[in-house]
Nanobody, 124 residues
Framework: QVQLVESGGGLVQAGGSLRLSCAAS????????MGWFRQAPGKEREFLAA????????YYADSVKGRFTISRDNAKNTVYLQMNSLKPEDTAVYYC?????????????????WGQGTQVTVSS
């Protein structure tokens, strides 16, 4: 069993930056393909970014490519999402996910575990 806890959300002005963290407990994340999703009110869940088990490969949705960066520190059992040039339309609850895989290098995770999310609000 893996428990995922997101943090780092908050209120930021348009054009600003936030760094989200996803800390895992229960098992090492080094065997998991990790990803970030978000869900805005009244909208479907949207895939954002994913990273392979060793950080060697990353994969992004077109909507965030060039603005968001996913990374991981397996020694700290943590995955990060650096978000720059934030826009009001980035306002959502952001979730991390874990898929048990050392072979995935692209595409949204097919998650075995989800976090509970962290709210990001971007004001105009």
């Amino acid at each position: 069993q893996v428990q995922l806890v997101e943090s780092g959300g908050g209120l930021v002005q348009a054009g600003g930056s936030l760094r989200l963290s996803c800390a895992a407990s229960g098992r090492t994340l080094s065997t998991y393909y990790m990803g970030w999703f978000r869900q805005a009110p009244g909208k479907e869940r949207e895939f954002l970014a994913a990273i392979s088990w060793n950080g060697g490969s990353t994969y992004y949705a077109d909507s965030v490519k060039g603005r968001f960066t996913i990374s991981r520190d397996n020694a700290k059992n943590t995955v990060y999402l650096q978000m720059n040039s934030l826009k009001p339309e980035d306002t959502a609850v952001y979730y991390c996910q874990a898929e048990r895989s050392r072979t995935r290098v692209a595409g949204p995770p097919r998650p075995d575990y989800w976090g509970q999310g962290t709210q990001v609000t971007v004001s105009s």
